[in-house]
């Protein structure tokens, strides 16, 4: 069973009304210690608990109190004076009818306070499932929002007339991966993007490199998603106006000053 489903049974179980293989699977449920579900027990035990002081008191009659002392066996106290009267033939109902008018108006009350502690719970549920959901939604519009941004910075970026695009080609180790360099010599900008990526080991990253004068220069690590891609925004790409060529290693997490892993990727001008 679902934990939504067991959690819909934890206010049957705090009223004790809970039987069979439901409440096995509760029990069971309840001794690996659910967090939730302990908690919604507890309060629906407190809401419960509170249902006698909420119904009115109730005095009983005269009458009644000597009827059950007499099944007890034991005599009215000698204050207590007994009339007996034979049966009244008249048509009026004895007051005493009534008396069960009360006890039924208490126990109405209960059954509308416990099925009230039942909606309440479905209300938390729904609740709840409406928060996920919109956390959801808020999620995707932020998604939305920063891939809005960067397709801006892209086109403005792309618009300047003396911007170039280097393809950066998969080496032996990565045949199937790929990368563009879109690169600002004059101004030093640039962005990186690559493609088919194999995943990255625990403790490495990709490093891109610039390649000036024989000489491999940092330009910025990034990581990749689960299908291999990854973005890097360079502010300052140094020696960019001696750019021979690019490339991307392996690194250790965090980059190095220098290239020591295997080579990815590799684009001449």
């Not at 039987?19 to 029990?27: H, V």
């Not at 249902?51 to 059950?68: C, E, K, N, Y």
Request: hydrophobic share 40%.
């Amino acid at each position: 069973m679902s934990h939504e489903k067991l959690s819909e049974l934890c206010p049957v179980y705090a009223l004790g009304a809970l039987d069979g293989e439901e409440l096995r699977e509760l029990e069971a449920h309840l001794k690996a210690r659910c967090p939730v579900c302990e908690q919604q027990i507890r309060e629906f035990e407190a809401l419960i608990a509170t249902v006698p002081q909420a119904l009115p008191g109730i005095t009983p009659s005269a009458d009644l109190r000597i009827r059950v002392m007499v099944r007890l066996g034991q005599a009215p106290q000698a204050s207590e004076v007994v009339e007996l009267r034979p049966p009244s033939l008249s048509l009026e109902k004895p007051k005493q009818a009534k008396s069960w008018i009360p006890w039924t108006c208490a126990l109405a009350a209960g059954l509308a306070l416990v099925v009230s502690i039942w909606n309440l719970s479905d209300l938390k549920r729904e609740l709840s499932s409406q928060q996920g959901q919109l956390q959801r939604q808020s999620d995707q519009i932020q998604q939305l929002s920063d891939q809005l941004e960067k397709e801006k910075m892209i086109t403005t970026f792309l618009s300047n007339p003396d911007v170039r695009v280097t393809m950066l080609a998969g080496t032996p180790k990565s045949p199937g991966s790929s990368g563009k360099m879109i690169w600002d010599p004059k101004e030093k900008r640039a962005l990186f993007y690559a493609a088919h990526l194999p995943a990255a080991p625990s403790g490495k990253t990709y490093q891109l490199w610039i390649i000036a004068q024989n000489k491999p220069i940092d330009a910025g690590v990034f990581s990749v998603d689960q299908n291999g891609n990854g973005f890097l925004k360079i502010d300052l790409l140094s020696e960019a106006d001696k750019a021979q060529k690019f490339a991307v290693t392996l690194e250790p997490a965090g980059g190095v000053p220098q290239p020591t892993g295997e080579m990815h990727l590799l684009g001449s001008l």
